[in-house]
């Protein structure tokens, strides 16, 4: 079973920096692909980035190319989303997602945590 916590969201101003967390504690922590998912209100839940079970590899929304970084410690659990030079239109709940395929696609999830917010002011 696969239980997925996310931590670090809050309140920056434009331009700033935010380092989020996904931590497993469920099985083995390297037999899943990790992805970054946000939701803004009213909107549909949009791809952000996601990297494979030994941390190669990441693919990056075009949004957020160049700006955020996915990462992985396999020995740790954690999958991190370190995010710079936010804009407002970053602000969002951020969700992390496991599955055994590679997907933009969040119907193709299995497991999801419950999210966590984050708002980046003008």
């Known amino acids: 079973q696969v239980q997925l916590v996310e931590s670090g969201g809050g309140l920056v101003q434009a331009g700033g920096s935010l380092r989020l967390s996904c931590t497993d504690s469920g099985r083995p922590f390297g037999t899943y692909y990790i992805s970054w998912f946000r939701q803004a209100p009213g909107k549909n839940r949009e791809f952000v980035a996601t990297i494979d079970k030994t941390g190669d590899s990441p693919v990056y929304a075009n949004s957020v190319k160049g700006r955020l970084t996915i990462s992985r410690d396999n020995a740790e659990s954690t999958v991190y989303l370190q995010m710079n030079r936010l804009k407002p239109e970053d602000t969002a709940v951020y969700y992390c997602?496991?599955?055994?395929?590679?997907?933009?696609?969040?119907?193709?999830?299995?497991?999801w945590g419950q999210g966590t917010q984050v708002t980046v002011s003008s």
């Open positions: 997602a496991a599955a055994s395929v590679v997907a933009t696609w969040p119907n193709l999830y299995d497991y």
